[in-house]
């Protein structure tokens, strides 16, 4: 017996919605988008927004473009582009214009500083609608690759090598130009030759400046939490009358690493772990999330290969949200921000509210300590002592 197949008439003619509204169902996100943007205040933007010899797209269109395609994980000026003439919510969002890459590409670069007050305000319609609740927020931090290679980069070893190596070979060319009979060298242009050798050493010579500035920063703030742990040793000793057993904190090396490497194509960022990914070329980013509404209320960035440096950024951003959209009272992170500085951090001075936080309570996951080293056990002391958490133990 055959299949009865649907049969699929490409040629037959259909009738669509007259408007482009009657494309979308109610619930949509086009829809939630496009009316949240309406209620946001773009005033400085449209102030300076002027196009060329035509009219420039409208602010809020443009907005909402970005912010759909944000949402739904295109983030491509080009990909963008290409969406407003595929996707029937990109052509609801623009009224079935399409901006071109460039223009996109330009707004969100020229309107960064402005973009940053637009989210704030979606905080705050969030907030009137009953949506946002500070109370409790959850921070994590995600590696985003960055737009370039991680085999575009040179180590500081491999940069001594190749230095050494080019310092010889323009050494040899130096001797071949010097040499009286010069026939067998006929089929080499020795002055190009030397000159893009010290082209190469110059690059080399700058990347090395680099990776010595970055060990001096690195340097400099190990040194300052090796004296910090020294300080606490000698107080614990002076407190007890007596020397602490076990190892003293060992002093950080100065210089570079052999490993510590820059990459060529975007100097910023970082060779990083990433989960199920090995190392990539990234940044790392943080998310404060607010745990009833699930929306995004801070977002640092940093060149940070771990979590650990991140607690201060995040808590930075949050205090700089306005006070309408209520305080902070907890915070979770997972072990990968625990640090003794950090739980100072969180605790903080009382007279600040939004340091209210409980996250020294926070900051392991649940489950009894396990055996191993007194590092490990004193890690998992630091568990939920709330009444939730404590009813899950």
């Known amino acids: 017996m055959s299949n009865k197949f649907i049969p699929i008439e490409r040629e037959s003619a259909f009738i669509l ?14 829809r939630f988008v496009v009316e949240v943007v309406e209620q946001l205040d773009t005033s400085r933007i449209e102030g300076v927004y002027r196009g060329g010899g035509s009219a420039p797209y409208p602010p809020k269109m443009m907005l909402a473009l970005l912010f759909y395609c944000y949402a ?24 079935n214009t399409h901006p071109d890459h460039n223009s996109i590409n330009g707004f969100r ?40 290679s991680k085999h575009k980069a040179m180590s500081w070893e491999y940069a001594n090598k190749l230095e050494a190596q080019l310092q010889q070979e323009v050494e040899q060319l130096l001797e071949l ?15 190009q030759e030397w000159l893009r050798r010290q082209e190469r050493l110059e690059q080399i010579a700058a990347v090395k400046a680099e990776l010595e500035a970055r060990a001096q920063a690195r340097y ?14 000698q107080a614990k ?53 607010a745990m009833d509404s699930l929306l995004i209320v801070c977002n640092p960035l940093s060149q940070h290969r771990n979590d650990k440096q991140e607690v201060e950024p995040a808590l930075a951003q949050l205090s700089q949200l306005p006070g309408e959209l209520g305080e902070v009272e907890r915070a979770a992170a997972d072990s990968g ?12 001075p009382r007279d600040r509210p939004l340091y209210r936080l409980r996250p020294a309570t926070a ?9 191993g080293s007194p590092r490990h056990a004193a890690r998992f002391r630091l568990r939920l002592r709330s009444a939730p958490a404590a009813a899950q133990r």
């Open 17 to 30: 919605p007259p408007a482009l509204e009657g494309w979308l169902p109610e619930g949509s996100l086009a």
């Open 72 to 95: 739904t994980g295109i983030f491509s000026s080009r990909l963008i582009e290409r969406a407003t003439y595929e996707l029937i919510p990109m052509l609801y969002l623009t009224g």
């Open 109 to 148: 670069q020229r309107f960064l500083p402005e973009l940053k007050e637009v989210f704030v305000q979606i905080l705050f319609i969030a907030h009137e609608l009953g949506v946002l609740k500070l109370g409790d927020i959850s921070l994590d931090g995600s590696k985003f690759q960055a737009n370039a």
């Open 177 to 191: 130009a010097g040499e009286a009979d010069c026939q067998r060298t006929t089929d080499l242009d020795i002055a």
């Open 220 to 233: 400099e703030q190990e040194q300052a939490e090796y004296e910090a742990k020294l300080a606490e040793r």
């Open 237 to 289: 000793e002076e407190q007890r009358g007596r020397k602490l057993g076990g190892n003293k904190p060992k002093p950080p090396e100065s210089g570079p690493r052999a490993k510590d490497q820059v990459n060529f194509t975007d100097p910023d960022s970082r060779i990083m772990p990433s989960s199920g990914a090995g190392f990539v070329q990234a940044y790392n980013a943080q998310a404060g999330v």
């Open 337 to 348: 921000y625990f640090s003794e500085a950090n739980v100072k951090q969180f605790r903080g």
């Open 363 to 371: 900051l392991c996951p649940l489950g009894r300590a396990p055996s």
